[in-house]
């Protein structure tokens, strides 16, 4: 089922600068999308204007979906992680009618959050303090306050970003779970690991080229640990993958 169309989508933060142009994509319920590109490339603008963060005068963004079932881990969480908050305080901050009252959140809440911590294997871990969890850990613990509005797509910016790749694998393994009933939008550098999961890439620079993975990601394996996103393009050149996009 179609969530998302963008149609013609172009953006500028500064008049007469574009920061994306012409931009064209659609997501599923179903999909595993990444997108890549360079720095300043735009990836992180593409995710706010789906978010409704940023809006554009040019283009459009049609949902299906409200906003709340939309889940959304930001780029290097802002968490003081000497803030003496717990794990399940953090999942129950996502928690849309969650509010702290004079004796405590409400029993469903609290109840919606460990569930959400149990789904990202953080069982156990709900009275543990977010400095004192390892980075891996602590991106789960985002991943759950993410998943308690019960959403139809998670968009994850840089989940993986100094994690080990021990730790990325792991991320990506509880993405591609998550991803039996959710759909999953990544922004990542990690070419390699996401190789093995996503279904779709977007390279995003300025312009969008789309390509379907499903038949060619056996060909693209390589040994190595990291594959660099110009030997992935170069791979996927060769490989003749259809791109719905224009030049
Ligand atoms: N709030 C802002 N005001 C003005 N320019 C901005 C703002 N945010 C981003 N930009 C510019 O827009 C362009 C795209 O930035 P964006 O963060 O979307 O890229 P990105 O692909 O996510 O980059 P990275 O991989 O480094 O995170 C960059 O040139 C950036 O400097």
Do not use: W
């Not at 794990?87 to 029993?107: D, N, Q, S």
Request: charge should be neutral.
């Amino acid at each position: 089922m179609k969530i998302l169309e963008i149609k013609d989508l172009s953006f500028e933060y500064t008049k007469n600068i574009k920061v994306l142009e012409n931009i064209n994509l659609e997501i599923n319920s179903e999909d595993f999308l990444a997108i890549i590109g360079p720095n300043g490339g735009g990836k992180s603008t593409l995710l706010k204007l789906i978010l409704g963060l940023l809006k554009s005068k040019d283009g459009s963004i049609i949902k299906t979906l409200k906003n709340e079932q939309i889940g959304y881990v930001p780029q290097n969480t802002n968490l003081n992680t000497d803030f003496p908050i717990t794990a399940l305080e953090v999942v129950l901050m996502g928690h849309i009618t969650a509010k702290k009252r004079i004796f405590g959140y409400a029993k469903e809440d609290i109840s919606c959050a460990k569930y959400s911590l149990e789904q990202v294997g953080m069982k156990g871990f709900e009275n543990r303090k977010i400095g004192d969890l390892s980075g891996g850990q602590r991106q789960r613990v985002f991943i759950a306050r993410a998943l308690c509005s019960n959403p139809k797509v998670i968009l994850l910016d840089e989940p993986t970003a100094s994690i080990d790749v021990k730790g990325q694998n792991e991320i990506y393994e509880l993405l591609k779970q998550l991803n039996k009933d959710i759909c999953i939008v990544v922004v990542s550098h990690d070419i390699s690991v996401l190789l093995n999961y996503a279904k779709k890439v977007a390279h995003v620079n300025k312009n969008l080229v789309y390509h379907s993975l499903e038949n060619i990601q056996e060909n693209i394996k390589t040994t190595d640990e990291h594959l660099c996103e110009v030997e992935l393009l170069s791979a996927l050149g060769k490989t003749q993958v259809c791109c719905d996009h224009k030049h």
